[in-house]
């Protein structure tokens, strides 16, 4: 129903706006503020569901003045939303870290994504989800999150920056 649209801040900055209308006369006006996820299918959908109902909904994304794709290199820890996202091609090296008794992410979506991409490391650990939070004692591994750090750490070093921590 809605389409994405270019805004203009005070200061000249342009960033994207979804932008849902009505069908028929706009009962007013409407902005949407983003989840921390950022303008995605949810955020979008809730504006879609205020058009049906006679307003303009626009949903800012807010985040773009940080600069987009400006990464050297991405880990990602039991990435729950894999299954949707597992025929991307990144846009920079990752390295992922799984779970192997993870309630959120299922082992076809892991074997799917390794199988995806053979050439990046993906490492599955004898934990739950979430065992890299030391928070949460439930779930917590401190030897699978020791080794996803050190591994994390090595590849970031091969990538980011200018070589291993001083």
């Given at each position: 129903m809605g389409k994405i649209i270019q805004l203009e801040a005070g200061d000249g900055h342009a960033f994207d706006a979804y932008r849902a209308d009505p069908d028929g006369e706009a009962r007013g006006g409407l902005v949407v503020m983003q989840e921390a996820f950022g303008v995605n299918e949810h955020i979008r959908a809730v504006c879609d569901a205020y058009a049906a109902s006679g307003y303009v909904t626009a949903a800012p994304a807010i985040y773009d003045r940080q600069q987009r794709d400006d990464v050297d290199a991405a880990a990602c820890y039991y990435p729950s939303d894999i299954g949707k996202q597992y025929a991307a091609t990144p846009r920079c090296p990752v390295i992922m870290h799984f779970a192997e008794r993870?309630?959120?992410?299922?082992?076809?979506?892991?074997?799917?994504?390794?199988?995806?991409?053979?050439?990046?490391?993906?490492?599955?650990?004898?934990?739950?989800?979430?065992?890299?939070?030391?928070?949460?004692?439930v779930t917590f591994d401190r030897e699978s999150a020791d080794l996803a750090r050190e591994r994390t750490l090595a590849w970031f070093a091969a990538y980011v920056g200018n070589g291993p921590a001083r």
């Open positions: 993870d309630r959120l992410v299922s082992a076809a979506d892991r074997d799917t994504f390794r199988a995806a991409h053979p050439d990046g490391p993906t490492h599955v650990y004898p934990a739950e989800h979430g065992f890299n939070n030391w928070h949460r004692p």
